[in-house]
């Protein structure tokens, strides 16, 4: 059974706590339309999800900005901490449900034919677990699809070298940082697993180096 936008899924302080601070966030650092990496990670993500009539879980949704990249033709339930940006998703058409994503999922076993973890795992206290959470939804054969931040390219490399802090310490909602191999470990309990490290004007020269995202995709086993 689905949970609409307004139901607890946990105990409210500390769900409320974090919608406040990602709200609060997201509200001062960037507009509601705003995608990381654009255009070629909205891209790369339409191809990758597919459809017409895929049933899709969008975790960490937000307003819906990269969902639309997907959504046509699609059953898209989406997920997210915040309630304000959720009602903007809900207004695109997209099923909102508010959770925390650090929790276990509140979908059936075998529901979704994809998961999309759109710059989500880096947030999280416990990445591993949201991974193995959207194995369990997946249905058998079910495509996982996300992308992090390209944590370790050059340029945060010299960052470290000059004594700097990371490129997103000033983040607060940044918990992790992820190494292309990094991601391949969490998806161990994945078939065919693939990356790709897109964006960048040099990225072309050395992908790892100088991408500025890594997306990601995996099957379930059928």
């Known amino acids: 059974m ?16 974090l919608e406040e ?36 879980l969008d975790l ?17 339930v ?19 449900v508010w959770a925390d994503l650090d929790e276990p999922l509140p979908f059936p076993d075998e529901s979704f034919d994809c ?12 990445p591993a677990q949201a991974v193995v959470e959207a194995r369990r939804v997946l249905r058998p054969g079910g495509l996982l699809v996300g992308s992090v931040p390209n944590a370790y390219r050059l340029k945060s490399r010299l960052r470290f070298l000059l004594g ?27 078939e065919r697993p693939e990356l790709r490290y897109v964006a960048g004007r040099l990225a072309f020269l050395s992908p790892r180096l100088f991408a500025n995202d890594i997306v990601f995709r995996a099957w379930k086993p059928g």
């Not at 609409?4 to 409320?16: A, K, Q």
């Not at 998961?115 to 416990?126: D, Y």
């Open 21 to 56: 601070g990602y709200r609060r966030h997201h509200r001062d650092s960037r507009s509601p339309d705003f995608v990381f990496c654009q255009p070629e990670r909205s891209a790369l993500f339409a191809a990758w999800v597919g459809g017409p009539g895929r049933r899709v």
């Open 164 to 190: 700097r802090p990371p490129e997103f310490a000033d983040d607060p909602t940044h918990l992790r940082i992820f190494r292309g191999e990094d991601l391949l470990a969490l998806l161990a309990g994945f």
């Open 78 to 96: 989406g997920v997210d901490v915040d309630r304000e940006a959720l009602a903007e998703a809900a207004k695109l058409g997209v099923e909102a």
């Open 2 to 17: 689905l949970l609409p936008v307004g139901v607890y899924t946990r105990p409210v302080g500390r769900l409320e706590q």
């Open 60 to 76: 960490g949704c937000r307003y819906g900005a990269l969902t639309r990249a997907y959504l046509e033709g699609n059953e898209v």
């Open 115 to 126: 998961v999309v973890l759109g710059e989500v795992l880096e947030p999280l206290r416990f």
